[in-house]
């Protein structure tokens, strides 16, 4: 059975930092690259982050220099740093097994997702 976990969202007012987490179980993690991707209410899915199993890291333009992804193969747990949030930033956030592409066809298994919310 495959389960990915995501957590660490919530209420933030702009400027501020939050930190998601993603468990993943069921698959070989260390052997996968893992991804970040959002969908604000009403929009369309957006991809945010990607890390391979290699450790090298891509990101979306919009995201660079703000966001910062990682992960710990020893707890089997991908990370999203995000940093200077802005309303903008209001999603439902998403771990994803694969690395590219803002469809969910590009990737095998996904989470529940977890509520960021950006707002004064």
């Known amino acids: 059975e495959v389960q990915m976990v995501e957590s660490g969202g919530g209420l933030v007012q702009p400027g501020r930092s939050l930190k998601l987490s993603c468990a993943v179980s069921g698959f070989t993690f260390r052997s996968l690259g893992m991804s970040w991707l959002r969908q604000a209410p009403g929009k369309g899915t957006e991809w945010v982050s990607s890390?391979?199993?290699?450790?090298?890291?891509y990101y979306a333009r919009s995201m660079k220099g703000r966001f910062t992804i990682s992960r710990d193969n020893a707890k089997n747990t991908v990370y999203l740093q995000m940093n200077s949030l802005k309303p903008e930033d209001t999603a439902v956030y998403y771990c994803?097994?694969?690395?590219?592409?803002?469809?969910?066809?590009?990737?095998?298994?996904w989470g529940q997702g977890t509520q960021v919310t950006v707002s004064s």
């Open positions: 890390i391979g199993a290699d450790y090298a890291t």
């Open positions: 994803a097994v694969g690395i590219g592409g803002d469809s969910w066809s590009s990737y095998d298994y």
